[in-house]
């Protein structure tokens, strides 16, 4: 199972816990150093840039994503806050089904503020497959 501490410079991070809601939400420099990270250690499960539309793990860009269309702000947050709480508990202890390891758990390898920046740059990763399709009288032509 392979597992790669990631090697960033997170001094621009503050300090933090692991309590929802993620802290960084909103935050472009923590997601930044957590598309630096994510590369590192999560991309070879979970895909480049977080592209996990053809990974063997699953896409994370799509937890919480339904909440963005919650308009009443106070059930939104709350709403965000669960899919926080499940990505955390997700990456500090892993994942077992019936005593298999589907993931291993990070905690100890990953800072708190680390994990929040994961978790912002995730949510606010670019949507698309990475895949350019041919338009129709290009692939024609090939
Ligand atoms: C060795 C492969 C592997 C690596 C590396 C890995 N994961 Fe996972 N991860 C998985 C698999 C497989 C699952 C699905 C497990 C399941 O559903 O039982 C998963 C599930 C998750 C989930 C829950 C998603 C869901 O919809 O159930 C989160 C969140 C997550 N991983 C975050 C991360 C982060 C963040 C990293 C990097 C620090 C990471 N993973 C690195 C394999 C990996």
Redesign the pocket.
């Known amino acids: ?4 501490k ?1 090697q960033v410079d997170t001094s621009a991070l503050p300090a933090l816990g692991w309590h929802e809601p993620n802290p960084l939400r909103g935050n472009a420099e923590a997601a930044a150093i957590g598309k630096a ?2 590369n590192q ?6 895909g480049q840039d977080a592209i996990g539309t053809r990974s ?5 860009r ?2 919480g994503m339904g909440c963005r269309r919650i308009q009443d702000a106070a059930l939104r947050q709350r709403c965000q806050g669960d899919a926080d709480a ?6 500090r202890y ?4 019936f005593g298999i390891v ?3 758990p ?1 905690e100890g ?2 800072a708190p503020e680390l ?1 929040w920046a ?2 912002s740059f ?1 949510e606010t990763a670019p949507k698309g497959t990475g895949i350019q399709s041919l338009s129709p009288t290009a692939a024609a032509t090939q």
């Open positions: 199972m392979e597992q790669i990631p990270a994510f250690s999560c991309a070879v499960c979970h063997p793990a699953p896409d994370l799509r937890i499940f990505f955390i508990k997700s990456v892993g994942k077992q089904k589907h993931m291993p990070w390898l990953l994990a994961l978790r995730v």
